[in-house]
Nanobody
Framework: QVHLVESGGGLVQPGGSLRLSCAAS????????MRWYRQPPGKERELVAS????????AYANSVKGRFIIARDNDQNTVYLQMNSLKPEDTAVYFC??????????WGQGTQVTVSS
């Protein structure tokens, strides 16, 4: 059974940093595309960052490029999202996603990130 468990969310002041983690189990992590999405209050879920099976293969939404870094540890079956220079508009529930095809698309429960002074 697939499990994705996010952690690391919380309340942070503008300009601060957080690191989200997503611990995965129940599938072959090293051969799976991993993504972070977020859903701001009252808005639709949006893709934030993705990382392919090779460490260097990353992509970012324009809104977070240069501030967020996605990384993976295939030995620990964990994907990370380092978030720096956080802004109030980064406030959202952040979701981990494991994509292995349209019929094998898995989600975590989400972790709340609130950026506020």
């Amino acid at each position: 059974q697939v499990h994705l468990v996010e952690s690391g969310g919380g309340l942070v002041q503008p300009g601060g940093s957080l690191r989200l983690s997503c611990a995965a189990s129940g599938f072959t992590f090293s051969s799976t595309l991993m993504r972070w999405y977020r859903q701001p209050p009252g808005k639709e879920r949006e893709l934030v960052a993705s990382i392919g099976t090779f460490q260097g293969n990353t992509a970012y939404a324009n809104s977070v490029k240069g501030r967020f870094i996605i990384a993976r540890d295939n030995d620990q079956n964990t994907v990370y999202l380092q978030m720096n220079s956080l802004k109030p508009e980064d406030t959202a529930v952040y979701f981990c996603n494991a994509y292995r095809g349209t019929s094998n698309d898995y989600w975590g429960q989400g972790t709340q990130v609130t950026v506020s002074s």
